[in-house]
């Protein structure tokens, strides 16, 4: 498994910014798939973003489309989730995961939480007034 450390949660007004940090020490990033995903209170854990492995493909839930962008820092080793126009509905804890590109899309490992073995602790994200 890989151990993952999620950073860059904190408390926002609506429309306000996040940027979600994961790192993976002693891991290269580059060879999984990374996915964000989020649970809110009382709801089931949901797939945000998702980025694969090589050439970066990406993909998004509709929730977010147009309002967040995941990004890779490969000479860092680091993967980002950028949070912009942020609405209440957008709180949750925050979770960075990695696996090895197992299915055929990103997409498809994107919407199956058990498609990812390797967990962060999470991170909060507030969006309030």
């Known amino acids: 498994q890989v151990q993952l450390v999620e950073s860059g949660g904190g408390l926002v007004q609506p429309g306000g910014s996040l940027r979600l940090s994961c790192a993976a020490p002693?891991?290269?990033?580059?060879?999984?798939?990374i996915g964000w995903f989020r649970q809110a209170p009382g709801k089931e854990r949901e797939g945000v973003s998702c980025?694969?492995?090589?050439?970066?493909?990406?993909y998004y839930a509709d929730s977010v489309k147009g309002r967040f962008t995941i990004s890779r820092d490969n000479a860092k080793n680091m993967v980002y989730l950028q949070m912009n126009s942020l609405k209440p509905e957008d709180t949750a804890v925050y979770y960075c995961?990695?696996?090895?590109?197992?299915?055929?899309?990103?997409?498809?490992?994107?919407?199956?939480?058990?498609?990812?073995?390797?967990w962060g602790q999470g991170t909060q994200g507030t969006v309030s007034s």
């Open positions: 980025i694969s492995s090589g050439v970066g493909s990406t």
């Open positions: 002693g891991f290269t990033l580059d060879y999984y798939v």
């Open positions: 995961a990695a696996e090895p590109p197992l299915l055929a899309t990103v997409q498809a490992m994107c919407v199956r939480t058990a498609a990812f073995g390797s």
